[in-house]
């Protein structure tokens, strides 16, 4: 079965990698979604920014690896216009613990596993965690990466946007 993921999430690196066509984001920015202390934020507060919407879960060990490189780059480049989201396949609780344990400086929003069927909408063919979708200022999906962001990879994409 461990097998079996490895192969599933390597082919749905290539197809995150090969498929590069425009993604509607009019109902991604529609929606509101509740933080992880229940206030409901929604997430047009960011339209006209360089966003990364980051689809993930206390449990995922690939999504727990590339974070602290995201809380980096929104340090970084935040005012610059950048602005990560975190949607989380998860328990508010848990995600609220792992958040503070990680000194997140982005929004974790709670998506719950109806995050995962927003995240096919926009590219996420298999449902597999972490996915993470980069929005460009005109609201247009410049990148989707299934699996981990390099800091290479993410660093490159946010420079061309920013």
Same mark, same amino acid.
């Given at each position: 079965?461990?097998?079996?993921? !490895?192969?599933?999430?390597? &082919? /749905?690196?290539?197809?995150? !990698?090969?498929?590069?066509?425009?993604?509607? $984001?009019?109902?991604? %920015?529609?929606?509101?979604?509740?933080?992880?202390?229940?206030?409901?934020?929604?997430?047009?507060?960011?339209?006209?920014?360089?966003?990364?919407?980051?689809?993930?879960?206390?449990?995922?060990?690939?999504?727990?690896?590339?974070?602290?490189?995201? *809380?980096?780059?929104?340090?970084? %480049? /935040?005012?610059? /216009?950048?602005? %990560?989201?975190?949607?989380?396949?998860?328990?508010?609780?848990? *995600?609220?613990?792992?958040?503070?344990?990680?000194?997140? #400086?982005?929004?974790?929003?709670?998506? &719950?596993?109806?995050? !995962?069927?927003?995240?096919?909408?926009?590219?996420?063919?298999? &449902?597999?965690?972490?996915? $993470?979708?980069? +929005?460009?200022?005109?609201?247009?999906?410049?990148?989707?990466?299934? /699996?981990? %962001?390099?800091?290479?990879?993410?660093?490159?994409? +946010?420079? #061309?946007?920013?």
């Amino acid at each position: 079965m461990g097998c079996a993921a !490895v192969l599933a999430l390597a &082919g /749905g690196v290539a197809l995150a !990698v090969w498929d590069r066509a425009p993604r509607d $984001t009019s109902a991604l %920015f529609s929606l509101s979604l509740p933080d992880t202390s229940g206030e409901q934020q929604s997430l047009s507060q960011w339209r006209g920014k360089v966003v990364v919407v980051n689809f993930w879960a206390t449990w995922c060990a690939p999504c727990r690896e590339e974070m602290p490189e995201f *809380v980096r780059a929104q340090r970084e %480049f /935040g005012p610059r /216009g950048l602005q %990560f989201i975190g949607i989380a396949v998860d328990e508010p609780d848990k *995600v609220a613990q792992f958040a503070k344990e990680l000194e997140l #400086n982005y929004p974790a929003l709670m998506g &719950g596993y109806g995050a !995962v069927e927003l995240s096919k909408t926009l590219g996420n063919q298999f &449902g597999a965690l972490p996915f $993470t979708v980069v +929005i460009d200022r005109t609201g247009a999906v410049a990148r989707t990466q299934l /699996g981990p %962001f390099t800091s290479g990879k993410l660093r490159a994409t +946010i420079g #061309n946007l920013l």
